[in-house]
């Protein structure tokens, strides 16, 4: 969902020249800045290294809900795959800004009693011990997806159309607390842009942005 709503602004933000993203399954999406690249592997991106140079930023978006999963399993979608990938752009690119879209609560004592903020802990203090030109760490609380935009976890698109009606209120009402995918985006870009005054992002600092 996140990666639907800062992909839409790319495309639409005419300081964007061009974005690669890199997926398991083509979709149908076009656009004249757009290039999807297949890749399978998310442990491994040496085959597809050469297509990864010269970049400029990476939002990385990819994530899944810790319910019904062990320590085990979410951490080898949450740290693993993480840090596989920006371990390796990195690399390619030292210059480049990293953006982690991480949640509020995350947990960087790494010594919470809640698995998934603990786990969350661990892969951002990984990030921000890479050599990247600037890594932040965005921890958005309620997200409100706009444009058509739906989240691929059932539970969850099931509470934004039962919440639908008062999301609007609940955002004016509580707005450092909740935000938008498509202020996401953009403050996501604007810290490519411009900086952030902090490596580590909550609800409150991205609706400053």
């Known amino acids: 969902m996140i ?15 061009s974005v690669l993203s890199i997926i398991r399954s083509p979709t149908t999406q076009q656009h004249p800045k757009l290039r999807e690249l297949v890749h399978k592997d998310f442990l491994d991106f ?7 140079s010269g970049l400029d930023a990476c939002f990385f978006c990819l994530g899944i809900s810790a ?13 693993d795959i993480t840090v596989a990938a920006a371990g390796t752009l990195a690399r390619l690119n ?17 010594r919470g009693r809640t698995m998934w903020a603990r786990v969350k802990g661990q892969t951002e203090n990984a990030l ?24 691929r976890t059932r539970v969850y698109q099931l509470a934004y159309t039962v919440l639908k009606p008062i999301l609007p209120w609940m955002q004016r009402r509580w707005p450092n607390s909740i935000t938008t995918t498509e202020h996401l985006g ?18 409150a600092d991205i609706a400053a942005l």
């Open 46 to 52: 040496s085959p597809i290294e050469s297509q990864l």
């Open 3 to 17: 990666g639907q709503g800062v992909l839409r602004e790319c495309l639409r933000d005419p300081d964007v020249q």
């Open 94 to 110: 030292p210059g480049m800004t990293f953006i982690y879209i991480s949640g509020a609560g995350t947990d960087t004592s790494e």
């Open 186 to 203: 953009r403050a996501m870009l604007k810290a490519v842009k411009q900086g952030a005054p902090k490596r580590i992002l909550e609800t």
């Open 67 to 79: 319910v019904g999963l062990s320590e085990a399993e979410y951490r080898h979608i949450t740290y």
């Open 128 to 151: 921000l011990g890479m050599p990247f030109g600037a890594a932040y760490m965005f921890r958005p609380g309620l997200i409100v997806p706009l444009h058509g935009i739906r989240s």
